[in-house]
């Protein structure tokens, strides 16, 4: 397969992404609407959190299955390492990114607090986890089909572009969630963020396959969504419906495993 074409089925991938942005245009819902879109979110991210975390583990896995522990000390130390810089260092960011903001007047107006909204802050960070994320999957698409394992490339084109299309939701849900309308040119600069590094990945990921890089981004994957999910959490509490928290949060979790089965079913 041509390198133009290995391209296009990463772009295909990432794009998605875009189709679950739109509910961020879409008029400020009622407090227990915005409580279950919050939940929903949260159980998408405690899915890809989990997906993460298992992709990164197992080449530690494998190396210790194999008694060659010095890999496995080494990809371990990586996974761990990227996990707290990608979790860490967005706790740091957005103290960094709050202290900006201080003294900033909200009284300025709707159209210009723009991204300085605390919701619209929280969709862009949860943009560049998945950004992370979506760089890795994209390594993954390029170096299959490089190999010329095309049917694995296609599977992976199609399951990623599914969990893609549901991770557009939850980017722009802890918005919806808070009453607010994004123009257009944000809810694209945010797909992109979020869906363009599957892109990057792709074209990279045809020139060289390297496990402890892949390892590095997913680490960094981990962490930042897993502050995304504290994030969240912390909305979460501030709609006091307990009940219906748990169920959005159940609701997205189980979303997040039923394209997970549609790609492995697929594959079988």
Do not use: C
Request: net charge neutral; proline share 3%; no cysteine.
């Amino acid at each position: 397969m041509s390198a133009a074409k290995i391209a296009l089925m990463g772009a295909v991938a990432g794009a998605t992404i875009f189709l679950g942005l739109p509910i961020g245009r879409l008029p400020a819902p009622m407090p227990r609407v915005r409580a279950l879109l919050n939940a929903v979110a949260i159980g998408i991210l405690v899915f890809l959190l989990w997906d993460v975390l298992a992709h990164a583990w197992e080449p530690v896995d494998t190396a210790l299955a194999d008694k060659r522990y010095g890999p496995a000390l080494r990809d371990g130390l990586v996974l761990a390492g990227g996990t707290t810089l990608g979790l860490v260092g967005l706790v740091y960011f957005d103290r960094w990114v709050a202290r900006r903001m201080r003294g900033y007047a909200e009284t300025a107006g709707e159209g210009a607090a723009g991204w300085r909204h605390p919701a619209v802050h929280l969709a862009l960070l949860i943009a560049i986890g998945i950004g992370l994320h979506n760089f890795a999957e994209g390594l993954a698409i390029g170096s299959s089909a490089a190999a010329g394992e095309l049917t694995l490339a296609l599977l992976l084109v199609i399951g990623f572009g599914l969990h893609n299309g549901t991770e557009g939701f939850g980017i722009v849900a802890p918005v919806a969630a808070a009453g607010r309308r994004m123009s257009w040119g944000a809810l694209a600069l945010l797909g992109l963020i979020g869906g363009g590094p599957t892109f990057v990945g792709t074209l990279i990921g045809q020139g060289f396959t390297d496990e402890t890089l892949s390892v590095a981004f997913l680490a960094l994957a981990a962490g930042s969504i897993l502050y995304v999910v504290i994030e969240l959490l912390a909305v979460g509490r501030k709609f006091n419906a307990k009940s219906i928290t748990t169920w959005g949060v159940l609701a997205g979790l189980l979303l997040g495993f039923a394209t997970d089965a549609i790609i492995t079913a697929a594959g079988a």
